[in-house]
């Protein structure tokens, strides 16, 4: 039996705020474009209960994780690797931890939405509904994103819409799986907004009166950098109505039967240490192209990698763990990371999968680094400030297939 219960919350800041995204934004937030939103959907499977949550944020810590887990597997009985949150990753929402060291995140307002989630979560697994069907529609959006970094680079722009519907033939429930930084706005614009996927899931919410769970997929060298007319709230409008007419009107569409899951949570730990001598060498060499760089987006770029560097110079070495999850439920297998995976990456991954739909869930529970394959490796600015050295992303690729692999000759 299948069960569903949704449910969002808001939790824009009243008050100006840092915004996390881009480097060259200093000063806080002045004014709301749209709502922050938390989005919780809860899958009931049998026995089994997942809670997904996806957040208006460019990305979550794992300690924020832990103390929602923490506090919910206190009021229900449920195992923490259950309960996954993952950052629409939209560059103009609220800074919640220490991930941009050059700004101060508001420790009281990281206290309230936490709060908020906790009590949502537990009054939301009360209200699930029984699931007559589940429709899945897919397709590929084409025109609005692709490869940020070479529009003949390879670009995951395939779609995957789930409806639950209950016995009246009414959506009660729905999630959206796509691939795509939302990075439509400005670096620039201090209104706080939760960007492309926040402005995708408004129009479908406005379209079939339900709030989509929105997750961003393998996007780390996804965008509609190379595509969009202007970097304004206009166009967002016009990518975003685009992209969901897409959607609206996807031809391909299946019936998903999910059965009793199976969890494998485990880890990848890289640890890398930084060659001071050439990490100073190529910050010294991206200040100098600072002051002759007047491309915008170029200009963008250059300050993030600026500051990346002056952050590897002050760490020296950085250990990363990553909590990964892989959730069989028949037809229905999603792929849990804490990064910004390539496209190419993921959508290898996909393609191994023995399910009829299979998700990726990327920057979830914690954030780690980009995980690019090797050729672009420098190529692309994922490329040039990961903190993976070339190969560890093939290596942890690998380590998912296996378990995947294992998953497949556990159900056969």
Known sequence: MVKVSTSWIDVTPSYPIHILGHSMRKEKSKGVHDAILFVLLWIFVDDREFLFVAVDLLGVDYEFTNEVRD?????????????????????????????DSTKQYDKQYRKTIIEKLVEEAIQSHERAKPVEKIICSTGFSEGYYGNRNDKNWFGDQHIDFLKFIDDKGNVIAALLNMACHATVLSPIEYQLSADLL?????????????????????????????????????????????????????????????????????????????????????????????????????????????????????????????????????????????????????????????????????????????????????????????????????EYKDMILQHMKIKEDENA
Request: contains cysteine; charged residues 25%; glycine residues 6%.
């Open 198 to 394: 926040g402005a995708i899931r408004k129009k479908v919410n406005d379209k079939l009166q339900i709030m989509p769970l929105v997750n961003n997929g393998a996007a780390g060298d996804m965008s509609t950098r190379l595509y969009r007319q202007g970097n304004d709230f206009s166009e967002l409008e016009r990518v975003s109505s685009g992209i969901v007419n897409q959607i609206m009107n996807f031809k391909n569409q299946q019936i998903l039967s999910l059965s009793s899951p199976k969890v494998d949570t485990f880890q990848y730990i890289s640890e890398t240490i930084f060659n001071e001598k050439e990490a100073n060498a190529t910050l010294q060499n991206l200040k100098k192209q600072l002051p002759t760089t007047t491309d915008f987006d170029q200009r963008k770029w250059l300050l993030s990698e600026i500051q990346d560097y002056e952050e590897r110079l002050h760490m020296k070495r950085v250990k990363m763990i990553f909590d990964t999850t892989i959730i069989d439920m028949g037809d229905l297998q999603i792929l849990i990371l804490p990064c910004e995976l390539s496209a190419a990456l993921g959508a290898e991954l996909k393609s191994h999968s023995k399910a009829k739909i299979c998700m990726i869930f990327g920057y979830s529970n914690g954030q780690t680094t980009y995980v690019v394959e090797k050729k672009q490796f420098e190529k692309g600015y994922g490329g040039a400030v990961t903190k993976l050295v070339m190969g560890k992303a093939e």
């Open 71 to 99: 506090k919910i597997t206190q009021k229900i009985k449920i195992q923490q690797d259950q309960i996954h949150i993952s950052a629409t990753h939209t560059h103009s929402g609220p800074l919640i931890n220490h991930r």
